[in-house]
């Protein structure tokens, strides 16, 4: 009785086995590495975030986004096309002041 009870269980365990098998050293890895290669991107993300919203605020005496701040956030390359020039200016008119930074 015991002796089928011990080879039941090494039957189920086996068949386990098959059903879900064990991944390679590789596999963790690589698993592994995605993963931190996510959590690079999303750190990256929320410093590009931060330095923006560093730069909207703006730190000047009138309150305006300074617009060379806001002209290195502008990407180098957008949908596959690389950044040719980038411009920026303060303006303003009738009392509303307004900071500009463009890519062509």
């Known amino acids: 009785m ?3 009870s ?3 269980i090494m039957l189920l365990v086996t068949g386990c086995w098959l059903v879900w098998p064990i991944p390679s050293q590789a596999q963790i890895w690589k ?7 996510e959590a690079a991107k ?14 909207m605020t703006g730190d000047s ?8 701040k806001l002209k290195a956030l502008l990407p180098e390359e957008a949908a596959g096309l690389p950044r040719v020039r980038a ?5 303003g ?8 930074a463009e890519a062509y």
């Open 42 to 55: 999303q750190k990256a993300e929320e410093k590009a975030a931060e330095e923006a919203e560093e730069a």
């Open 2 to 4: 015991k002796r089928a």
């Open 31 to 37: 698993r592994l590495q995605k993963k931190v290669e």
């Open 61 to 68: 005496e009138d309150g305006i986004a300074d617009f060379r």
């Open 87 to 91: 411009e920026g200016s303060k303006g």
């Open 6 to 8: 011990l080879l039941g």
């Open 93 to 100: 008119a009738f009392g509303i002041r307004t900071s500009l």
